[in-house]
């Protein structure tokens, strides 16, 4: 199978089956009373990418384009976040329940697993989701993640002071 990011590398630009990105559809799915504004496009593996702390899902339009020739590519607009609204009051932020949020965008698609891009705070979702419910994922992969609040105080403390 054709690494993602294999797909990025001229040749495969350049390759006489590769065409220009197709427009994405766009659906909704209910989860835990709230209508997740979801998108995908492609044909292959699912490939879900999930947000950082804007929420917005449309950072990820451009890959997403690039990629759907190897994979069925998806992103989202996370909870309380852009068109994806609650319904009542809104809560503070739940890496479980936004995991949740994930799988139901996954199942949504029709799959049982996918792999997971997960940029700054949606790394932390994807961390929840490899720990809470790791039969759902094919592969991980989180940028800029901030783990260090996984750590204790007095770590956490002394990984800052180390750097600054």
Not at 88 to 108: E, S, Y
């Amino acid at each position: 199978m054709l690494l993602f990011l294999d797909a990025l590398e001229p040749e495969n630009l350049l390759h006489p089956n590769f065409k220009m990105p197709s427009t994405p559809t766009y659906a909704t799915v209910e989860n835990e009373n709230c209508e997740l504004h979801y998108w995908y496009q492609g044909s292959g593996p699912l490939l879900i990418f999930v947000p950082g702390g804007s929420g917005h899902g449309r950072q990820y339009d451009p890959i997403m384009g690039l990629l759907e020739t190897q994979y069925t590519v998806a992103t989202f607009d996370r909870r309380q976040m852009s068109a994806s609204q609650v319904k009542g009051p809104n809560k503070p932020f739940n890496p479980v329940q936004q995991a949740r949020d994930i799988i139901a965008v996954m199942k949504a698609l029709g799959r049982e697993t996918t792999s997971v891009f997960a940029s700054s705070g949606g790394g932390l979702i994807a961390y929840q989701m490899a720990v809470s419910y790791p039969k759902t994922l094919d592969h991980l992969i989180c940028h800029e993640a901030p783990t260090t609040i996984l750590l204790s105080a007095e770590k956490s403390t002394d990984m800052i002071d180390f750097f600054f």
